[in-house]
């Protein structure tokens, strides 16, 4: 098992990093949370990859945000919560789903809502 550990974990980067990638193309599709996997796995299996991220002109800034501080900027803040928001009036208004299951999902929207918004918005340097 741990001669495939290496390779699960630079294939899951591998997979991660391509996934961000397509977050860059596709709207509303995230890129920065398969990054900060891709760098988690990469920090497990190849370091050189994983400070190849950390070190990007675009990306790079984010990822070390949150690793170093957990900062989640404002505008990611607000993205967040406007997108949770319409899906869960859509699975009010628009989905035939039995009241156990929006109540699930609204407690579970509401917990990671609270949890975006308790993260600092900025570096405290």
């Known amino acids: 098992m ?3 550990r290496r390779p ?10 391509g996934l961000g990638v397509i977050g860059i193309i596709m709207p509303l599709f995230p890129t920065t949370p398969f990054l900060l996997v891709a760098v988690w796995a990469f920090s497990r ?3 050189e990859l994983a400070e190849k991220i950390r070190n990007h002109r675009l990306a790079g800034a984010y990822v070390r945000d949150w690793e170093d501080e957990g900062v989640i900027p404002p505008g990611g803040k607000i993205l967040a919560i406007v997108m949770m928001s319409a899906m869960f009036g859509y699975m009010v208004l628009g989905a035939d789903l039995p009241a156990w299951a929006l109540i699930a999902a609204g407690l579970i929207l509401a917990s990671v809502a609270t949890f975006v918004l308790s993260r600092p918005s900025r570096r405290r340097s």
Not at 8 to 14: K, V, Y
């Open 45 to 47: 299996s190849s370091p």
């Open 8 to 17: 699960l974990l630079i294939g899951t980067g591998w997979l991660c990093v």
């Open 2 to 4: 741990r001669a495939l």
